[in-house]
Nanobody, 118 residues
Framework: QVQLVESGGGLVQAGGSLRLSCAAS????????MAWFRQAPGKERQFVAE????????NYADSVKGRFTISRDSATNTVYLQMNSLKPEDTADYYC???????????WGQGTQVTVSS
């Protein structure tokens, strides 16, 4: 099992920045990739960004490219999401997730709330 704990959410004005953190514990040796998803009120959960654990390859949703950066610290088993130029439409609960190779995301954190005011 893998446990994920997010932190760093909060209230920020449009144009501001926030950095989310996700600390992984447990059987982290089996992690192939970690990602951030978000879910706005009344909407489905959507993919935000992904990073592979060994090579550090990244992938982003079009809506956040150029504004968000995902990174990982293998020494501390932590993934970060640096969010810049935030917009009100970025308001959502943000979830950290992890997956083994050739698998869907099956480990999830409890979520952290991000609110961007206009």
């Amino acid at each position: 099992q893998v446990q994920l704990v997010e932190s760093g959410g909060g209230l920020v004005q449009a144009g501001g920045s926030l950095r989310l953190s996700c600390a992984a514990s447990g059987r982290t040796s089996g992690i192939y990739a970690m990602a951030w998803f978000r879910q706005a009120p009344g909407k489905e959960r959507q993919f935000v960004a992904e990073v592979t654990w060994n090579g550090g390859s990244t992938n982003y949703a079009d809506s956040v490219k150029g504004r968000f950066t995902i990174s990982r610290d293998s020494a501390t088993n932590t993934v970060y999401l640096q969010m810049n130029s935030l917009k009100p439409e970025d308001t959502a609960d943000y979830y950290c997730a992890a997956r083994p190779y050739s698998s869907l995301y099956n480990y999830w954190g409890q979520g952290t709330q991000v609110t961007v005011s206009s």
